[in-house]
């Protein structure tokens, strides 16, 4: 995730070890959380590109945003917290974080049975009676 990350330019690193790894400061780990916490929420691409260009410049403090720049990214910034509101509770309305965790669930209890059943056939056991 993070190397296609990278690739789309979402995160860049800070440096690059002597083997050639890429190494990340504090402040790129905190902007990966941002983005990971966008995915389950449908936020395409250029959306987190957008809102990660905003908290940026909200957070510049070599060249802080005059006044009615700042204002105008802080109603971008709240567009994109009511986008985010909307679909956590869309989200919570549809259970759909729950219904991924019970089918998920159902799979491991379906996988679980079918090792129990396959290891009592090559036993020559069935279910005890």
């Excluded at 809102?51 to 971008?76: F, M």
């Excluded at 259970?95 to 129990?116: E, F, I, P, T």
């Amino acid at each position: 995730m993070v190397s296609q990350l990278t690739v789309v330019g979402l995160i860049v690193p800070s440096a690059r070890s002597k083997g050639g790894f890429r190494l990340y400061a504090e402040a790129d780990v905190s902007r990966l959380m941002v983005i990971r916490r966008m995915k389950p929420l449908d936020f395409s691409l250029a959306e987190m590109r957008d809102l990660l260009e905003i908290t940026d410049r909200l957070g510049a403090q070599d060249d802080p945003p005059a006044p009615l720049e700042r204002e105008r990214l802080r109603e971008r910034l709240d567009a994109y917290r009511k986008v985010a509101d909307a679909r956590c509770e869309t989200l919570r309305a549809t259970g759909d974080g729950r219904g991924l965790a019970a089918m998920l669930r159902d799979r491991m209890n379906a996988d679980v049975r079918a090792r129990v059943a396959s290891e009592q056939t090559a036993s020559g056991g069935g279910l005890p009676r």
